[in-house]
């Protein structure tokens, strides 16, 4: 059993590495172990309870995909759902807290769908968007390479506090913010001289493993 339970915790260790050095890799999210209704989520109290206000089938509509000055600034999202007498409604994703398309967790954050990828009591999202790159510097990129760069294809990452509804930057020192209510363990943290990249890597596992989520059909419940 404690081979076993050790195990576990190496592949999940292992997996959170893998995903923060690789883009590509996505849904750590245990979908095998809720149920989640499709909907739209206004706060976060529907997402813990799985219970979506807005239960219809709805489109996520990104509006001006294209834009080439300050594409991740202008880039509006919306979702668009018909009632139950058939008309159209339309909400900016700023107004709502995020929603579940059956395929991932979305959650907003500044009006863009940051997908949720790792599930805990501190959780991570991810905002991935290619853009073409604007005008001036294609031309200065033909000009000084001889050749064009067309496309630029940015990440962000983000820490999700559920307790707290609170999302920050994904940086040691948000991190530290999080867990510095906790001055035990914020303590054990600042002592250990572990490299910083595989540091808060570590820690995220060993917080949520301190402070498990209880994952069942009827939602999520915080300890």
């Known amino acids: 059993m404690i081979k076993k339970a050790i195990l ?24 095998s172990l809720i149920t989640l209704n499709k909907g739209i989520y206004m706060n976060i109290a529907e997402f813990l309870n799985n219970e979506p206000s807005i239960s219809q089938k709805f489109e996520v509509i990104n509006d001006n995909p294209d834009y080439v000055l300050y594409p991740e600034e202008k880039n509006d999202f919306y979702l668009s759902y018909y009632d139950m007498v058939g008309y159209e409604n339309i909400l900016n994703l700023k107004d709502v807290w995020g929603f579940y398309d059956g395929f991932g967790v979305y959650i907003n954050y500044n009006g863009k769908p940051y ?84 540091k808060s890597i570590r820690y995220l596992e060993m917080y949520n493993n301190k402070y498990p989520i209880s994952i069942s059909e009827t939602g999520i419940k915080l300890n």
């Open 8 to 31: 576990f915790g190496f592949i999940i260790f292992y997996t959170i590495v893998c995903f923060s050095q690789r883009h590509t890799a996505k849904y750590i999210f245990p979908d």
């Open 115 to 198: 997908e949720l990828l790792y599930l805990g009591t501190i959780s991570i999202l991810r905002y991935e968007h290619f853009y073409n790159k604007n005008i001036v510097s294609q031309v200065f990129s033909l000009y000084a390479l001889g050749g064009t760069e067309t496309g630029v294809h940015k990440i962000q990452d983000m820490y999700l506090d559920l307790k707290n509804d609170t999302i920050v930057p994904r940086k040691d020192e948000f991190f530290e913010r999080l867990i510095s209510k906790d001055s035990e363990f914020y303590n054990m943290y600042k002592k250990d001289k572990t490299t910083k990249s595989l």
